[in-house]
């Protein structure tokens, strides 16, 4: 069975016919040609898929895009306003946060959401935040100096 959704996504708006199983991350990469927001497990266990919806981090991967109708969606590639990186995109470059980049953009949108709620985050405060969000790569050192370098901006 297909439904009409109509979504705002990187503050464009969007009417598609869905079918009720499509996922969110789907018809993002698939629909809308948005690919940043990558596929990693399937089991909302990694985190690549994460996405901003109504202004909170989920994971794109196990919404349904039909829950997603009505919503306000931001993915990786409408953080940067007139080409200019947002605070965690450019905190990520300089701090060096990122070694292969597979879970760089989902990595990205759970810091800016992470900020967003808490601006100045203590360690234990960014570990927790992170918690839901792998890299295989880095050890994470650089990515929680990127937090820390963001959240001392005062733009996020």
Not at 11 to 34: F, I, M, N, Y
Not at 94 to 103: K, N, S
Not at 133 to 139: I, Y
Request: hydrophobic fraction near 35%; glycine fraction near 10%.
């Amino acid at each position: 069975m297909t439904r009409k959704i109509e979504l705002t996504v990187n503050g464009a708006k969007h009417s598609r016919e869905v079918e009720d199983r499509t996922l969110l991350v789907d018809l993002l990469r698939d629909q809308l040609g948005l690919t940043g927001t990558h596929v990693g497990c399937d089991t909302s266990q990694c985190g690549c898929c994460t996405v901003h919806v109504d202004g909170r981090a989920v994971k794109s991967c196990t919404m349904l895009a039909v829950q997603a109708s009505g919503a306000e969606v931001m993915t990786i590639e409408g953080l940067a306003v007139n080409g200019k990186l947002h605070p965690v995109q450019q905190a990520f470059t300089d701090c060096h946060a990122l070694q292969c980049g597979f879970c760089t953009p989902g990595m990205i949108m759970a810091v800016a959401a992470l900020l967003k709620d808490n601006p100045q985050p203590s360690d234990d405060e960014i570990y927790h935040g992170l918690e839901g969000n792998l890299c295989r790569c880095t050890g994470y050192i650089n990515i929680v100096k990127a937090v820390k370098a963001a959240a001392g901006t005062g733009k996020v």
